[in-house]
């Protein structure tokens, strides 16, 4: 069984950063793809960024210039670098990864965690 520890986040001013981890178990991290999404209170599960296993990002229209998604294969981890952040940011953000780059289909989910961005 694939688990996601997800490290990171808390509470920064606007325009701060934040960096999210995610440490992925198994021994095929590098063929996944691997997405970000969020939930803010009383909405529904966004799309915030994905990297597939050639290393291509794509992003929510809402972050783009704003966060970046990367990985290291050789740590198993996915990041999410976010700066200029905005209050609107606010959310729990989870990880996701995709084994077979379907693109809508994610399998294994991380434990999510907090990202308040103050006014």
Do not use: H
């Not at 995610?22 to 095929?28: E, V």
């Not at 210039?65 to 999410?80: C, E, M, P, W």
């Amino acid at each position: 069984q694939v688990q996601l520890v997800q490290s990171g986040g808390g509470l920064v001013q606007t325009g701060g950063s934040l960096r999210l981890s995610c440490a992925t178990s198994g021994r095929t991290f590098s063929s996944y793809a691997m997405g970000w999404f969020r939930q803010a209170p009383g909405k529904e599960r966004e799309f915030v960024a994905r990297i597939n296993w050639r290393g291509i990002s794509t992003y929510a229209d809402s972050v783009k210039g704003r966060f970046t998604i990367s990985r290291d294969n050789a740590k198993n981890t996915v990041y999410l670098q976010m700066n200029s952040l905005k209050p609107e940011d606010t959310a729990v953000y989870y990880c996701a990864a995709d084994k077979i780059d379907t693109g809508v289909v994610y399998d294994y989910w991380g434990q999510g965690t907090q990202v308040t961005v103050s006014s």
